[in-house]
């Protein structure tokens, strides 16, 4: 039997790949999305579908920026870019990968896998992958909102009622600016580059171009002042408090945890079974932390596979 890659540009084909290889999904596998971070990231997408004897078994994602001559995979704040595989496929997609990367000059292949996902870390290893650990915390809101609202922390229902008290209200919205304005100061406020060399913000058209729901909401006062803002991605019963923040100039503000509240009612609303809390910048700090277990969510770790050519493993693009 042959496995190859094939590329894939229609979105029947590539929701089928997905499917065929059993895992959940997600709304960053989905093929528009993936489209959207290409272009907030200024990287290349090259969506890859996985074929044993011509039949489909899985997507492989590679998200390409190139410095100079040297390629480098899947470097961008967009989270969960992998191969999307069954575990006993996972092997042959990473052979895959590597003579992929072989033939295009790719010096620095980096994926990273859902918190739903558990791949063989004996398998990574063996063709050269250096693992690591991030963080994110899962809900799970079939238990129902009142539950949910219930398994919040003291301190988090406290917040959310002194928000209201003092006049803050979510309001949907469709403008980004305020989105733009809140991730760039949260990658600022922790030393990280963001990344997004592209279009970023992106027009809400474009995020809510692909089948995933999108909500984008600000939290603002009486006198029509954002402090926050929180955009929450929803696909397949799968959802995910994807970017956002509290803009500085209202950094002592009890909006932002109204905001993820707001989010947590909305997913459960939509008919999601979990909601993802991610931290777009990778592993949380200790406030991070705190903030996001008032929630009640509960830790996951997210594994991340990085393979390097000698000499290349120091290279970090911005």
């Keep these: 039997m042959t496995t190859r890659l094939r590329p894939c540009t229609d979105p029947a084909r590539w929701d089928a790949a997905r499917a065929a290889s059993g895992r959940a999904p997600i709304p960053f596998h989905d093929l528009t999305w993936l489209r959207s971070a ?48 069954a575990a006993a496929d996972l ?13 295009h000059g790719v010096g620095v292949q980096r994926y990273g896998f859902s918190p739903v996902e558990s791949p063989s870390e004996e398998v990574l290893r063996e063709y050269g992958y250096t693992v690591s650990h991030e963080r994110t915390y899962l809900l799970d809101l ?68 692909g089948p995933a729901a999108v909500h984008l909401a600000e939290a ?3 006198d029509g002042r954002v402090h926050a803002v929180l955009a929450t991605v929803c696909l397949d019963g799968y959802a995910v408090t994807w970017a956002g923040g509290v803009l500085p100039e209202h950094r002592d503000s009890p909006a932002g945890v109204l905001l993820y509240w707001d989010a947590i009612a909305w997913a459960c609303g939509r008919g999601a ?35 390097a050519l000698p000499g290349l493993r120091m290279l970090r693009p911005g």
């Design 91 to 103: 092997a042959e997609g990473l052979e895959l990968a590597t003579r992929w990367s072989f033939r």
């Design 220 to 222: 603002r006062d009486v």
């Design 38 to 85: 290409a272009a907030m990231t200024a990287t290349t997408l090259h969506p890859m579908v996985v074929e044993r004897s011509g039949e489909p078994i899985g997507i492989l994602p590679l998200l390409c920026r190139r410095i100079g001559p040297l390629g480098l995979v899947s470097w961008s704040p967009t989270p969960y870019v992998g191969p999307v595989l």
């Design 142 to 209: 079939g238990v129902g909102v009142d539950a949910l609202w219930a398994g919040t922390s003291a301190q988090c229902r406290k917040k959310v009622r002194r928000a209201r008290a003092r006049g803050i209200e979510v309001h949907p919205v469709r403008d980004t600016g305020s989105l733009g304005r809140a991730v760039r100061a949260a990658f600022a406020s922790r030393g990280r580059r963001d990344g997004l060399r592209g279009v970023f913000p992106p027009r809400y058209d474009d995020l809510t171009a």
């Design 273 to 307: 079974h979990t909601l993802d809390l991610l931290d777009l910048l990778g592993v949380p700090d200790e406030g991070i932390d705190r903030f996001k277990r008032q929630f009640g969510g509960t830790s996951h770790p997210v594994t991340v596979a990085e393979r």
